[in-house]
C-alpha cells in the first residue's frame, strides 16, 4: 500500500483564507472580539465567542470539541480589530487555522477597512500567512 502524500502547511492556506472571509461576513461579527468556529463533516458550525482571558479560551475550545456529536475535522479562532505590526497599530484580521491530520496550525493576517455594510469591515491586499503554531487541538 502506497504511503500517504505528506500533508503541506500550504494545503490550509486558501481554507483559512475563506475562513476569514467567512468570518468577516457573519452575522454576530465584532470588531475587537475574539470568536472561534468548528467544522466537522465538512460542515461549519457558528462562529462562538471567546473571551480576553486565554486559559478561559483554551477551555471553551477544549469543551466544544469534546461536546461535537462529529469529529471536529477544522478549528478557526479569528479576531478582526487594531493589531501591532510593523511597528504601528493597524487595523487587520487575525486568524489561527488548525486541520486535523495536520501538525501545525496557520497564524494568517488581513488588512482590512470599513465595508459597505456598516459595521462591517473587509479585506483587502495580500492574504498574509505569518507563520505557524503547534496543532494542540485537533
Same mark, same amino acid.
Given at each position: 500500500m502506497p504511503a500517504a502524500p505528506p500533508r503541506k502547511l500550504d494545503d490550509l492556506i486558501k481554507p483559512a483564507e475563506s475562513a476569514l472571509a467567512h468570518f468577516l461576513q457573519h452575522d454576530a461579527f465584532q470588531s475587537e472580539q475574539l470568536f472561534m468556529r468548528l467544522t466537522a463533516d465538512a460542515a461549519p458550525g457558528p462562529w462562538s465567542p471567546l473571551t480576553p482571558d486565554t486559559a478561559t479560551n483554551d477551555r471553551l475550545i477544549k469543551e466544544a470539541i469534546e461536546r461535537s456529536p462529529r469529529p +471536529?475535522?477544522? *478549528? %478557526? +479562532?479569528?479576531? %478582526?480589530? #487594531?493589531?501591532?505590526?510593523? /511597528? /504601528?497599530?493597524? *487595523? #487587520? /484580521?487575525?486568524l489561527q487555522f488548525y486541520r486535523a491530520g495536520y501538525a501545525q496550525g496557520l497564524l494568517c493576517l488581513r488588512h482590512l477597512k470599513p465595508a459597505a455594510r456598516p459595521g462591517m469591515l473587509e479585506g483587502f491586499g495580500g492574504f498574509l500567512t505569518v507563520g505557524s503554531c503547534k496543532n494542540i487541538w485537533l
Open positions: +471536529v475535522t477544522e *478549528l %478557526a +479562532v479569528a479576531f %478582526a480589530g #487594531m493589531i501591532d505590526f510593523r /511597528g /504601528g497599530k493597524r *487595523l #487587520m /484580521g487575525y
